[in-house]
């Protein structure tokens, strides 16, 4: 038994977190054509759950790969869920999810919530994109915000789910930049911020640096900048 949830930042919006009872957790698995991620990380064979934001190509990633590889469960919106039932997710691999909803496993639980963003798969309509909360066991709470830019909803978040560790988007182009991001972390009161989704194109510009520098004008959040396949949790 682990005693404390962990998370290891893989680069883009990729995640590994380790439950305190140690289920593995993967949140938008974009990692062998993430030029970002270790090549020691790129195929994970100890995945319990799959979690996916929406279904971009940088998000869905190696999901279907990993879910034959190891049997994993792969929760996604409906919409997206059943495009990749169509692309070869097994059926009783697949668990659906929709906006204010939590699903509950043994020692965490999971809500999607809204992101300001698009979503579709293989060229398809997949729903709407969502942020992800994850609620452990040992009260870490880690909100995923997924692609989005900033919208009023996120002060009701920090106080309905008291976020202790957010991953928040500041590369701009496809999503809000670090002033934008800044301003998400005051709305949040979130003690963690971990930017995301940055530097691995080059039309990403937004910098963690200027992310940090705006922070600080905006909020009391601790801006903690890792290393793709660093691990800032439970460590
Ligand atoms: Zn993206």
New binding site residues.
């Given amino acids: 038994m682990n005693s404390k949830s962990k998370a290891w930042w893989l680069g883009?919006?990729a995640f590994r977190l380790e439950s305190p009872s140690g289920k593995v957790i993967y949140i938008d698995p974009f990692l062998t054509d993430n030029p970002k991620t270790p090549d020691n990380l790129r195929h994970p064979d100890d995945v319990d759950y799959i979690l996916l934001t929406h279904g971009?190509e940088?998000?869905v990633g190696d999901t279907l790969d990993i879910a034959e590889r190891t049997g994993c469960q792969v929760l996604a919106q409906v919409e997206l869920s059943h495009l990749l039932k169509k692309h070869g997710l097994k059926d009783d691999q697949a668990i659906e999810y929709n906006k204010g909803g939590t699903v509950h496993f043994d020692d965490f639980s999971v809500t999607l919530v809204n992101a300001c963003h698009s979503s579709s798969f293989g060229g398809e309509y997949a729903g709407e994109a969502g942020g992800l909360v994850v609620s452990f066991e040992d009260d870490i709470c880690f909100y995923h915000m997924g692609?989005t830019n900033i919208f009023s909803d996120l002060e009701l978040y920090g106080e309905l789910y008291e976020p202790h560790v957010i991953a928040i988007?500041i590369g701009d182009h496809?999503?809000m930049g670090p002033q934008e991001a800044a301003m998400c972390c005051e709305m949040l009161g979130a003690e963690i911020a971990v930017p995301i989704?940055y530097g691995t194109f080059p039309v990403l510009t937004g910098t963690p640096e200027e992310f940090r520098e705006f922070t600080k004008e905006y909020a009391e959040t601790k801006v903690v900048i890792p290393k793709p396949g660093d691990q800032f949790l439970g460590n």
Avoid: L
């Fill in positions: 883009h919006s971009h940088d998000h692609d988007p496809y999503t989704h």
